[in-house]
T-cell receptor
Framework: QKEVEQNSGPLSVPEGAIASLNCTYS??????FFWYRQYSGKSPELIMF????GDKEDGRFTAQLNKASQYVSLLIRDSQPSDSATYLC?????????????FGKGTHLIIQP | NAGVMQNPRHLVRRRGQEARLRCSPM?????VYWYRQLPEEGLKFMVY????????ESGMPKERFSAEFPKEGPSILRIQQVVRGDSAAYFC???????????FGPGTRLTVL
């Protein structure tokens, strides 16, 4: 089982709709969860982080965490063509400490005008 | 620009040469992480450094790769005797402290001919 799994896509969503991106992780000891956006040829850009079970909202983005199911998701409301990118789910195995982030391979999102 | 800086942005080396990649963390940050992104692959953690200390190098290949973060100056990722399989994008990220959110630099695209 891969440590962090994402559907590679492409996920195609019409403009204005809600895009739903999902991620599962294998290490129950994981404490911190991150969503990064990466445009082709560019570096990852932090979208959101979440540490506690439940929902966390920031503008058009909502991150959802369910530690019992080892599941993280990102919802993008009112999707725009500029949201078209690869979305990377990342997990940190401990609340603090020396570990780097473990990334999924990313989901390629396409917002259709 | 107070963001994470990396140079060079593009580096071309022939097999057997050495590659040196530099990373200057965000102002006020003293923790640096290096990641490698192979074509069509996710980001993989390589090494975590603080000033003058390697904290976690569990993701570093055992041979040819080394990293340092001296008291003065940027962090350096050094690849000796490069091979074609080293061709990738190398990103560094910085934080102010352990467990903090990581912000990525623009990356160095290494091409080995």
């Amino acid at each position: 089982q891969k440590e962090v799994e994402q559907n590679s896509g492409p996920l195609s969503v019409p403009e204005g709709a809600i895009a739903s991106l999902n991620c599962t992780y294998s290490d129950r000891g994981s404490q911190s969860f991150f969503w990064y956006r990466q445009y082709s040829g560019k570096s990852p850009e932090l979208i959101m982080f979440i540490y506690s079970n439940g929902d966390k909202e920031d503008g058009r983005f909502t991150a959802q965490l369910n530690k019992a199911s080892q599941y993280v998701s990102l919802l993008i409301r009112d999707s725009q063509p500029s949201d078209s990118a690869t979305y990377l789910c990342a997990v940190k195995k401990s609340g603090g400490g020396a570990d780097g982030l473990t990334f999924g391979k990313g989901t390629h999102l396409i917002i259709q005008p | 620009n107070a963001g994470v800086m990396q140079n060079p942005r593009h580096l071309v080396r022939r097999r057997g040469q050495e590659a040196r990649l530099r990373c200057s963390p965000m102002k006020g940050h003293s923790h640096v992480y290096w990641y490698r992104q192979l074509p069509e692959e996710g980001l993989k953690f390589m090494v975590y450094l603080q000033k003058e200390n390697i904290i976690d190098e569990s993701g570093m290949p055992k041979e040819r790769f080394s990293a340092e973060f001296p008291k003065e100056g940027p962090s350096i990722l050094r690849i000796q005797q490069v091979v074609r399989g080293d061709s990738a994008a190398y990103f560094c990220a910085s934080t102010a402290g352990e467990g903090d959110t990581q912000y990525f630099g623009p990356g160095t695209r290494l091409t080995v001919l």
